[in-house]
């Protein structure tokens, strides 16, 4: 008979084995460029390996847009930036694809800042900047790459392990107890 820490032992390992099932932040790096940063976004999952992200953040730490900025939410389709409709967006991520982005990429923003991180194909990264008062301009392209890593939510499986090694535990000092006639 297969004892309980036994079940409990295989159900926290096969789901600390399997983090891209239910990830649903990812966390990415980019150097383009001088301009360089990380961020993190949420997303839903939209199926066959794509990704819409929801909400999140860009940290520029190196370029002419140092500072942090905030995801636009946008797509999954193509969504026009707002303004001017410079550009359109889709917010859609591709873990473990190369690139990790699209042609329509990530929008972010402060004020009246938008930020975009673009890949039209595996060699091409570009950071778009727009404002109103310049416009639309690329600050670099094809010099560059962005990383996609998925962070897995750990809550549910921490959780998950901690209660079955609490049930084993209980049902140990049980049978001892019977056992010793405590």
């Not at 990383?147 to 140990?172: K, N, W």
């Amino acid at each position: 008979m297969i004892s309980c820490c036994a079940v409990a032992m295989v159900t926290v390992f096969s789901l600390a084995l399997a983090p891209q099932a239910r990830a649903d932040s990812f966390d990415f790096t980019f150097s383009i460029g001088p301009d360089t940063g990380y961020g993190s976004v949420d997303a839903v999952s939209l199926g066959g390996g794509e990704y819409n992200a929801t909400d999140g953040s860009l940290t520029v730490t190196g370029g002419n847009d140092i500072g942090t900025y905030t995801l636009l939410p946008g797509g999954p389709g193509d969504t026009c930036s707002p303004d001017s409709c410079e550009f359109g967006y889709d917010d859609n991520l591709f873990p473990g694809s190369t690139p990790p982005i699209d042609e329509f990429g990530l929008v972010f923003t402060s004020g009246d800042v938008l930020l975009t991180i673009t890949a039209p194909n595996a060699n091409d990264y570009y950071f778009l900047t727009y404002s109103p008062e310049q416009g639309l301009y690329l600050e670099n392209d094809t010099s560059g790459n962005a990383y996609v890593s998925i962070t897995p939510e750990p809550g549910s499986s921490t959780l998950l392990g901690a209660a079955l090694a609490g049930l084993c535990v209980i049902r140990r000092w049980k049978v001892a107890k019977s056992r010793w006639g405590i």
